[in-house]
């Protein structure tokens, strides 16, 4: 059982612990995804914002590599009444949908445990269309304040991240792609989040 696996149930109070951060996250990805939208959410874990992007999107398609965290994720969207979700597992750096599939794609918190995170970024640049936008929220570690703790407590567990972003180097991180980066903002909290958005050339 992988690391994901294990701590699906726990996964929503861990991420409690630096809600001013997520909350900001859940609400700039809800006011992100435009009315009747086809949306693509990978390393989804329990669904956070796949749910946000339910609101108004046509169908979501919530993805991750962990059986347990879509199970998570399925049972929340369940209890809200949602029916225009779907769940999937699915390999961010190798997905199964053709070119320019989704309207709207996301992965949230997911680049900095990458060994390739530009393989990520790429793979969904290619099932948007162009004209639609990627959103990526992303831990800037490198610039977190607390939970110390709670990070080597990750560690001991299996935990690995591969990136220690800062807001500055994330940011140069995602100004090397073709896609072209419209927004970034860092939303504050023990550790914080870089959101940033590629919006695909037509």
């Known amino acids: 059982m992988s690391f994901w696996d294990r701590i699906a149930i ?8 630096n809600r001013t951060a997520v909350t900001e996250m859940i609400c700039q990805t809800a006011c992100r995804t435009p009315q009747g939208v086809y949306a693509l959410d990978c390393a ?3 669904g956070s914002l796949s749910l946000a992007m339910a609101r108004s999107a046509r169908q ?4 991750d590599l962990s059986k347990s965290m879509l199970r998570q994720a399925q049972k929340k969207a369940n209890a809200r009444g ?17 070119d320019n599939t989704f309207d709207l794609t996301a992965a949230g918190n997911v680049l900095h445990l990458l060994p390739e995170p530009d393989r990520a970024v790429r793979e969904l640049l290619r099932v948007t269309r162009p004209g639609g936008r990627v959103l990526l929220p992303t831990f800037l570690l490198g610039d977190a ?3 110390r703790t709670a990070l080597k407590l990750y560690d001991l567990l299996g935990f690995r991240a591969r990136r220690n972003f800062t807001a500055e180097s994330y940011r140069s991180f995602l100004e090397g792609f073709e896609g072209t980066l419209t927004e970034f903002l860092v939303l504050p909290g023990h550790i914080p989040v870089g959101y940033g958005v590629l919006s695909k050339p037509l």
Do not use: H, I, K, M
């Open 60 to 63: 979501v398609l919530c993805t």
């Open 44 to 46: 989804a874990g329990t």
């Open 10 to 17: 726990a996964y929503d109070a861990v991420e409690w612990l």
């Open 145 to 147: 304040s607390g939970l």
């Open 82 to 98: 949602l029916s225009n979700l779907r769940f999937e597992v699915r390999d961010l750096t190798a997905l199964l949908e053709p």
